[in-house]
């Protein structure tokens, strides 16, 4: 078969009859690897959800925030990623309440709660309508849904500070290899999407408050220079997208106390800007904005 057109997706091959001759010209071989398509990030996923008649603007953000928050997902490469819980929530959900988690039974409901709130439908209706088939299956699930445990595993490896077992557990943020004395050991390692562990790479850099090498750590919001003495020293250095030292001044003192537990407020930079923390943390996780005069001091 000759080609008639460059258009090589659009040819057509052309009539035949059967027994009929066909003259051999060439043979052209060619791979071709069928890709998935891209996991969503969060806005083709805001804009799947707007196609389906799925939630409104103003539950968009917590729809997003409930599947990080909860675990269901992690942020990797700016994509959202399903972890471990996430695809089991999925499977036993679409398994054993396939009505409820169809994308067009949540489109109907948003529509009827719609006409609920312009008067045009009774929202006994509504609940009734949902309410006898959702307890049916939900009875129908308690007596055949397995129970899950999600325990963390054991990763083989020993803590190098208090000689306790490193478990495998998983966030929002990756997963991660963390002591089994949490939270009296702090000690834990990321692992990226291999498994593979993210060890930290020892810089020139040197601690301006104790004099220990810096290293280059992963952290949720990027890469940062963390001490090496640590947890005897916890000094931390932020870095840009550009690597550079992102210096900001120590946290102040001030004589202004946290409403919720009665410590001494700090006067912090962050990349916002000056903001007052409660001195408890991570007891105490309050913060402020601070007054004018406390700005210009932290100017």
């Known amino acids: 078969m000759e080609e008639d ?38 806005a083709s996923l805001i ?44 499977e036993k959900l679409t398994r ?6 169809d994308t067009g039974f949540t489109a109907r409901m948003e529509q009827m709660l719609d006409e609920v709130a312009l008067g045009d439908l009774s929202w006994h209706e509504v609940v009734e309508g949902f309410y006898h088939p959702f307890v049916k299956d939900l ?38 290899l963390c002591c089994e004395n949490f939270p009296r050991c702090n000690f834990k390692v990321s692992l ?4 593979k562990k993210i060890m930290p790479q020892v810089s020139d850099e040197k601690c301006h408050k104790c004099g220990s090498p810096m290293a280059v750590k992963m952290g949720r919001r990027g890469k940062f220079l963390a001490c090496t003495a640590y947890p005897n020293c916890k000094n931390i250095i932020g870095l840009d997208r550009e690597g550079n030292k992102v210096i900001r001044p ?30 408890g943390f991570p007891k105490c996780r309050n913060i402020q904005k601070p007054d004018a005069e406390m700005k210009a001091k932290a100017a």
């Open 139 to 176: 009875k129908k699930a308690e007596a055949q849904m397995e129970k899950v445990d999600f325990k963390p595993k054991d990763s083989g490896e020993i803590c190098q500070l208090d000689k306790g077992r490193m478990l495998i557990r998983e966030s929002r943020f990756g997963r991660y």
């Open 5 to 42: 057109s460059d258009d090589k997706e659009n040819m057509k091959i052309p009539p035949l009859t059967a027994g009929e001759n066909l003259k051999f010209i060439k043979i052209s071989p060619e791979q071709h690897f069928t890709e998935p398509p891209p996991r969503y990030n969060e």
């Open 192 to 195: 990226d999407a291999d498994g």
């Open 47 to 90: 804009k799947v959800l707007e196609q389906n008649g799925i939630g409104r603007p103003s539950t968009y953000a917590p729809i997003v925030d409930n599947i990080l928050n909860r675990g269901y997902v992690r942020v990797q490469e700016k994509r959202f990623c399903p972890t471990e819980l996430g695809t089991v929530v999925n």
């Open 96 to 101: 054993h309440f396939p009505g409820i988690v």
């Open 250 to 279: 120590d946290p102040v003192m001030t004589d202004k106390k946290c409403h919720k537990c009665g410590s001494a407020m700090l006067l912090r930079v962050g990349k916002r800007g000056p903001f007052l923390a409660c001195s």
